[in-house]
């Protein structure tokens, strides 16, 4: 609601200028303090461009994957999926809640395989999540950028900890 859903918002409204959307880029680049979210966003964001490529031609995907491939601009995922709802021309509403819809899903699957929980249990918390997202959507509309961000050191610490475990579930 104040940090992501915000920054999708601006990144989108910032598509038609290439320089715009890579000064967001480089912000989200400096709100990712764990050096694996950090680099998995990157990774990710610059799948999600190489496949758009191949399926539109726009000068807005160029121009950007340009800068991207240069390394001016790190190619958060979060800034290719604005990309990709400008270019197709996605309603603002419908990319957010899309946006957030992956993000819970991509929390869900962690879940499966970080703790004890079963398919049913993680559907029932992620159709709980679900019914709230309209509601989070709306209210990130009004988050200004220079107020959008958390504060949240124990998440930040744990991934950052992350990185050092004797053992790991995950590449990224």
């Known amino acids: 609601e104040r940090v992501e859903l915000p920054y999708l918002r601006f990144a989108i409204n910032a598509a038609d200028s290439t320089e715009q959307l890579c000064a967001i880029d480089r912000e989200i680049d ?7 979210s950090r680099l998995a966003s990157r990774q990710i964001g610059k799948r999600r461009l190489s496949a758009l490529q191949k399926t539109h031609s726009d000068d807005r995907l160029h121009a950007y994957v ?8 790190p190619g958060h995922h979060l800034c290719a999926c604005a990309i990709q709802s400008a270019i197709q021309g996605t309603p603002l509403d419908a990319a957010l809640l899309v946006y957030g819809y992956q993000s819970l899903a991509g929390v869900c699957t962690a879940a499966l395989k970080l703790i004890r929980i079963g398919q049913d249990a993680c559907q029932r918390g992620l159709t709980a999540a679900l019914r709230k997202l309209p509601e989070t959507t709306e209210r990130s509309l009004v988050i200004e950028r220079e107020d959008a961000g958390c504060f949240a050191p124990i998440l930040e610490i744990a991934a950052m900890r992350h990185a050092f475990a004797n053992e790991r579930l995950f590449i990224s």
């Open 66 to 73: 340009q800068v991207v491939e240069r390394e001016a601009t």
């Open 30 to 36: 400096a709100w990712k303090l764990a050096s694996e």
